[in-house]
């Protein structure tokens, strides 16, 4: 029988300052180093206040990693020092692979509404291919597939697989599998993850249980025991759960519907070297890779 992720610690996103002064809430980041290998960070931008997110992200480096910006409604702005310019509008994803550097901006603006609603999830790259070319995936709505399964779940596949169906972000390093999942109230599902990968969800709305409903209490939360509660907990918006290692996510909602991004990957097991936008190996890569921006040769067209 296939063993079944349970619940390894509960994360309750929380609000940070960044770029020109967004505010945004941080699922996970720096300070849960190396938990989420190959995973560095996940950011939930929400808003329907403009005021917390139209100084968006002016002019900044990257290095050595990937960002992934998943855009649920509103529109974000993107340009870059190699002359790429775009828009990545509502249901929409951009996977963009930094590699060698990039200098780029992201500004973010709502929908007729005022509100924007997206998430950027950063990915480490492995040594070998920290100084590629960078690359950039533009995915539209119509091209991430949609699958429908019984009882009403519904599925948006931006990577990975789901019987014949695959998403489009494909050929990447740690083998992503990048999940948009909505079960309806009293239905049940699970999903195949492979045992050695990291994995798992974010809430965006709604209740669910996760786990082994015969085990629901075999481990702790971040800082809350569950091991004497006599009803398994349901969890909700903005919290993100990191599961067990195991071959099953297993998945059941009660009175209410839920929605959540599911994602796992093959970690990396290499050391990280992290400040601000570059993640590399070792500190020396970083300070080298600071000094080139700050004598503008940062960005290269080799590679």
Known sequence: MATVRNISKVFNSKPVLEGAGVMLKRAFGFSQLPVFDPFLLLDDFRSANPEEYLKGFPWHPHRGIETITYVLDGYVEHADSMG???????????WMT?????????????NNRGA?????????????????LPRYRSITAREIPVVHLKNGIE?????GRI?????????IAIDP?????????EVSWTHPVPAGKTAFAYIIAGKG???NADEPFSHDTEGVSYFDMEEPPQHENETLLLFTDGEIISVSTEEEPLRFLLVSGNPLHEPVAWYGPIVMN?????????EEFQNGTFVRKNG
């Open 84 to 94: 790429n310019r775009g828009v990545i509008g509502s249901g929409e994803v951009q």
């Open 98 to 110: 930094a590699g060698s550097g990039v200098i780029h901006e992201e500004m973010p603006f709502g």
């Open 116 to 132: 924007v609603a997206g998430f950027q999830l950063w990915a480490n790259l492995p040594a070998s291919q920290k100084m590629t």
């Open 155 to 159: 599925i948006r596949i931006i990577s």
């Open 163 to 171: 019987g014949n169906a695959e998403g489009p972000a494909s050929g």
């Open 177 to 185: 599998e990048y999940l948009d999942v909505t079960l309806p109230p």
């Open 209 to 211: 249980l996760f786990g």
């Open 282 to 290: 070792t500190r020396e890569e970083l300070r080298k890779a600071f």
